[in-house]
């Protein structure tokens, strides 16, 4: 397949989002915000009964999908938006579309990418929005 303007980059699945990662995430990044692990808190901002992910974890969906599509060296920029927040126990799948495709003076091929998480399979629920810019590997499969 030759990557150009309209390819959709290949998913990545999170198929339940775990509680477990979410408490151990809150302590190394040293976040005290108990929404990461006391259920009763989120219930009383009227957000249900579960806990709420950290944007690092959601952003780490995106990256892995993207490092599975051009290797783990390849991004060059990445630019994110958080409009909802993701709970324990979501299907996340992070998905893109290639927006841009150039060649750079160096010859390294360059594709801009329009990035989201979707929830439960659902298009129009997107708990987190992006851009992405990433290299090509010369070895990509066309």
């Known amino acids: 397949m030759k990557i150009s303007e309209g390819t959709d980059i290949p998913p990545w ?3 339940s989002v775990s509680p477990a990662r979410m408490r151990t995430m809150a302590a190394i990044l040293r976040d005290p915000n ?16 579960r806990t709420i992910n950290q944007g690092p974890l959601g952003l780490s969906y995106m990256v892995n999908m993207l490092h599975a599509w051009t290797g783990p060296t390849s991004i060059r920029r990445l630019t994110m938006r958080f409009p909802k ?3 324990e126990g979501d299907r996340i799948t992070a998905k893109g579309t290639v927006t841009a495709i150039r060649e750079e003076e160096n010859g390294e091929t360059v594709a801009d ?3 989201w998480l979707e929830r439960d399979g659902t298009p129009d629920d997107r ?7 990433v290299t090509i590997p010369s070895s990509h499969p066309e």
Request: glycine share 10%; proline share 9%; aromatic share 6%.
């Open 34 to 49: 108990p929404v990461h692990w006391d259920r009763q808190t989120v219930e009383k901002m009227g957000l249900g009964a």
């Open 13 to 15: 699945e999170m198929a």
């Open 127 to 133: 708990p987190l929005e992006g851009k992405a810019t």
């Open 113 to 115: 990418c329009s990035i």
């Open 85 to 87: 927040p993701v709970f």
